[in-house]
């Protein structure tokens, strides 16, 4: 008896030893998230700028005294950020499940879960293995997490490849969609210019809705920025996966990789 | 799968190295360079021969290859929730089972 409960010590401590921390993972998930952000900025600001060219043209119309529309329809957005904009719901579905699937909280319920049923064994059923039952259960919970651990790894690996393809296709549409941007722009600037002009002609508040569309060309002109990081914010995210996934998988070098490439954005905004 | 995946390690190793070399070129000459660039493209190519995803893929079928990663996460997910729920269950019987056993 006395070599049996020396062996479930010693496997229980080795298995301790050996224990999977979740939290760098969880955390990489939530970088994950940040940088997909930046993807899915061209098809947000289109929309945008869509939705407002297409009030600004009423309220021209209306300003010129010609018919105008409330409520009007939104010219179509083109298929290839609405195809950007797609991937990039599905990488921060893929991010979150990355999040749960590796929350320590998730580790931690289990855990008291098989305590739990430890301390039931002792107490109710008064059941004098109940020590060695709960090092071996210890024991399952711990390689059956690490064999989760692996297997995520493994999904982990997939979308890496996905993520290559994705780069070759981001780097190829680069010019594409900022042509788009400008071409959307242009056409809220040209209806935006025609109020602005009415307005002054009528004297009624044209300062403040100067400054007003001032303020969004501003903030379209951040969000092209934004956008024309996208390669960079793939290529960020392939550089992690990289580092998680190597021989030697660095879950911090993975997520300094993400949070340097958030860093950069948030500087170039700010430029 | 397992040997895929280990040689999807091997991989991930190099590339790691050579896209650390790639941020920080250092004292590197253009020739060399130019060699590391060469190198991430042949391991990248590689990498999507692996796994069977073509470099033309369209952006469809990246959002498909996703889509199913993650639902493999949320199954992996699922998988300790099931454990989880299995283990107190099993306690609430070992209760159940005490206070029988203190009645006979």
Known sequence: MKNTCATFMAVSLFLSACSISQEPLTKFGEATEKTVGVLAAASKAEAEMRLDASVAHQSCNYLQGQPFTLGGSIQKGSDLLKGQAGVARALTAYAKALQEATDAEGVKALQEAGDGFVSSLAEDLELAAAPEVGVVLNAVILLSEAQRIREIKMVMARVQASLLALEVRVKEDAQEVDRLLIAAQSRWEQSARCVLSASRRTGSSSDGLFREYDAVKRQWQAERKKASQALNAVSSLIAAHAAVLADDGDFDAGLANLNNFLESVETAKEN | ?104
């Open chain 2, 1 to 104: 799968m397992p040997n895929r995946f280990k040689a999807a390690q091997r991989i991930n190793s190099a590339l790691s190295d050579l896209l650390k070399v790639q941020t920080e070129p250092g004292h590197l000459s253009e020739a060399e360079k130019a060699e590391v660039d060469r190198s991430v493209d042949a391991l990248k190519a590689e990498y999507m021969a692996l796994y069977g995803v073509l470099s033309s893929a369209s952006y469809a079928e990246i959002t498909g290859q996703l889509t199913t990663a993650k639902e493999d996460l949320e199954k992996i997910k699922r998988e300790r929730d099931r454990f989880k729920n299995s283990l107190v269950k099993a306690r609430s019987l070992a209760k159940t089972l005490g206070l029988v056993l203190r009645l006979i």
